[in-house]
Nanobody
Framework: QLQLVESGGDLVQPGGSLRLSCEAS????????IGWIRQAPGKEREQVSC????????QYRDSVKGRFTVSRDNTKNTAYLQMNDLKPEDTGIYYC??????????????????WGQGTQVTVSS
């Protein structure tokens, strides 16, 4: 079993930055594509970014393009989501998830096999 633990969520002002981490244990993360999915209050869950097993391929939802950067370090069994120029609409619980298959599209509700518990991101002045 693969266990995922997110960290790095916080309260930040608009325009600020955060770096989320997703640390894996139990299995080697290098076999899995990673997705970052957020759940905003009162809204449906949406995938904001994903990264392939090697890190060669990445995808971003239009609303975060140019502001968010997904990366991974398989030697540390960890994936990251760097979030810059944060906006109030970025507020939500951010989950990392893992699957053996890389999503066809970031806009799909991908059926990831493993999920973390989530970390809260609040963007407010």
């Amino acid at each position: 079993q693969l266990q995922l633990v997110e960290s790095g969520g916080d309260l930040v002002q608009p325009g600020g930055s955060l770096r989320l981490s997703c640390e894996a244990s139990g299995l080697s993360l290098e076999r899995y594509a990673i997705g970052w999915i957020r759940q905003a209050p009162g809204k449906e869950r949406e995938q904001v970014s994903c990264i392939s097993q090697s890190g060669t391929h990445t995808q971003y939802r239009d609303s975060v393009k140019g502001r968010f950067t997904v990366s991974r370090d398989n030697t540390k069994n960890t994936a990251y989501l760097q979030m810059n120029d944060l906006k109030p609409e970025d507020t939500g619980i951010y989950y990392c998830a893992a699957d053996l298959l890389y999503p066809d599209s970031v806009n799909l509700e991908w059926q990831y096999d493993y999920w973390g518990q989530g970390t809260q991101v609040t963007v407010s002045s």
